[in-house]
Every structure is written in C-alpha cells, then in structure tokens.
Antibody, heavy 119, light 107 residues
Framework: EVQLLESGGGLVQPGGSLRLSCGAS????????MTWVRQAPGKGLDWVST????????YYADSVKGRFTISRDNSKNTLYLQMNSLRVEDTAVYYC????????????WGQGTVVTISS | EIVMTQSPATLSVSAGERATLSCRAS??????LAWYQQKPGQAPRLLIY???TRAAGFPARFTGSGSGTEFTLTINSLQSEDFAVYYC?????????FGQGTKVEIK
C-alpha cells in the first residue's frame, strides 16, 4: 500500500524554525517527485514546494522562497521541509504529496501535520 | 501565475440530482488539470487528472471535461458520500495553482 506519513508539526513563535518530515512507503521513492502543499485553517489548498526525484531541482512558491528549503533522503525514503523565519500566515496543515513527475497531479497525499505560528 | 477560478463557491444540491462545477484558468493549461475531493478533517483525494481521466476508486458518476481554459466537473445522481469540497489544480506551469474550491452541500 502506498503511504505518506508527515511529522514534525507544532506550535512555534513568529521568527522561529521547524522541520517537517514525510516518510514514504509502497512505491519507488527515489524515482518520484515530491511536493508540499499547505492549507490554512478554513482555506483552500496552496502549493508550497516541489523537489525532483533526484533532489537536483527544486521549486518554491514566492511566499516561501528564501525561507523554506525542501530536501529529500532517498536512502531513507523521506522528504523534508525546513521552515525558517516563520510567520503567522504560515499557520496551516502541511501535506506531502506525490505525482508521477514534477509537474503532475498528486495521486497520493499524506494525512497532514499541523503547524501553528503564534506568540 | 495562472489563476484558477472556481464557481460557484457553494452548490446546494439534493441527493440524486446532478451537480455541475466549473473551473476557469486565466491562461491555457491544455489538459493539465486535476480535480480533488476533500471531506472535513481529511486530506484531499485525487478524483480526475488529465482533465477527464477518473482516478481509481471513484465511480462513473464523476465526469471531468474541458481543455484550455474552461473545465467542468459533473457529478450525476449525487450520493451522500459526495458532499464535500472540490478543488481544481493546474499542473501545466510553475507555480502550480489551485482554485479556491467549491463546496457541494446538501440542499
């Protein structure tokens, strides 16, 4: 069974940092581009970042560029999102998702991890 | 950035009736358009990709159509389990973008 499991969310003060992880199983992780999508409370879906299968190419939304870093460890089947200089508006459920390619529909989603930025 | 606009924001439909949801792109996305279903407290679930291909696990009453800038999701004979929020998503260009969602609620 294909599964994605996020972890690392929590409550952080503005300006703080957090690292999210997404463990993958049931598919060939090293051949699959991976993405982070977030959803603020009561709001819609917001693409955050995508990384190619090798990790050699990354893409970011303008709203997080320079603050967030996506990475992956194919030996551990794990995707990461390092979030620095966090803002109140980064408060959201963060989902990891997979597609067939970097630009593709997301056919599997994790259950999400909650990130709350508040003083 | 390609802006995806969904209409209506909320659709009130009785069980057994048809629901028609629209998604418009600010520029052509060819057929690189997906639809997702999201129920309260759950992650989104891929429903349609390539504008018209139904994902595994969804019944034939769900139909996607359109190309370029105009897309439609039709749900025939709505069942209780279909009441949810539906999002469109373009994956033609960076940045990938989502519509704001259409909530299908029980009338």
């Amino acid at each position: 069974e294909v599964q994605l499991l996020e972890s690392g969310g929590g409550l952080v003060q503005p300006g703080g940092s957090l690292r999210l992880s997404c463990g993958a199983s049931g598919f060939t992780f090293s051949r699959t581009a991976m993405t982070w999508v977030r959803q603020a409370p009561g709001k819609g879906l917001d693409w955050v970042s995508t990384i190619s299968s090798t990790g050699g190419t990354t893409y970011y939304a303008d709203s997080v560029k320079g603050r967030f870093t996506i990475s992956r460890d194919n030996s551990k089947n794990t995707l990461y999102l390092q979030m620095n200089s966090l803002r109140v508006e980064d408060t959201a459920v963060y989902y990891c998702a997979k597609g067939q390619g970097s630009l593709d529909a997301f056919d599997v989603w994790g259950q999400g991890t909650v990130v709350t930025i508040s003083s | 950035e390609i802006v995806m606009t969904q209409s209506p924001a909320t659709l009130s439909v009785s069980a057994g009736e048809r629901a028609t949801l629209s998604c418009r792109a600010s520029q052509s996305v060819d057929s690189d358009l997906a639809w997702y279903q999201q129920k309260p407290g759950q992650a989104p679930r891929l429903l349609i990709y390539g504008a018209s291909t139904r994902a595994a696990g969804f019944p034939a009453r769900f139909t996607g159509s359109g190309s370029g800038t105009e897309f439609t999701l039709t749900i025939n004979s709505l069942q209780s389990e279909d009441f949810a929020v539906y999002y469109c998503h373009q994956y033609s260009n960076w940045p990938q973008t989502f519509g704001q969602g259409t909530k299908v609620e029980i009338k």
